[in-house]
């Protein structure tokens, strides 16, 4: 009875100590050894590739410009020509409101970081130590049990 308890057990060796190596050595990886003239073919390949798409990206750029010209020479032809339709252009201007809270909120952010830059870690722990200091204990945790 005790024996068919056991035939179950499938058994993958002895017992294996920590930081030992016994019987089974590391295999050795291959290098792949290839050719310099190998190399060099395939760094040359890369260099064409290179140009070529630098190449490409200053044609796809130049011809864009190109076409961006012809377009506005156009316009500026059509607009000549056709005095006899008013065209409204509409801009949009910020009030003085706006303008004079942009430079508020610019002066403060210039501020807050001449600030933050004078004060040291030093200074900044102990500014916090103080505004803990200075917190309701409301959120402390009680203590629990007599005494």
């Known amino acids: 009875m005790a024996a068919d ?26 290098k792949s050894t290839l050719s310099e003239a ?19 990206s200053t044609s796809l750029q130049k011809q864009k410009l190109r076409e ?3 377009a506005t020479s156009e316009e500026q032809r059509e607009s000549t020509s056709s005095t006899a339709t008013p065209v409204n252009i509409t801009r949009v201007e910020k009030t003085r409101a ?3 809270f942009e430079e508020t909120q610019k002066m403060r952010l210039l ?3 001449k600030k933050q830059a004078l004060k040291t870690h030093k200074d900044r722990v102990a500014d916090f130590n103080l505004r803990l200091e200075n917190q309701s ?11």
């Open 111 to 113: 501020e807050k970081a």
């Open 38 to 56: 190998a190399l060099d073919k395939g760094k040359s390949n890369y260099t064409e590739l290179a140009k070529s798409l630098i190449e490409s």
């Open 5 to 30: 308890d056991y035939e179950e057990v499938i058994s993958s060796g002895g017992l294996k100590l920590k930081g030992a190596d016994f019987g089974k050595k590391k295999k050795k990886k291959k």
């Open 137 to 147: 204990e409301h959120f402390d945790i009680p203590k629990v049990g007599p005494g």
């Open 98 to 100: 706006e303008i004079k």
């Open 68 to 70: 961006e010209e012809r």
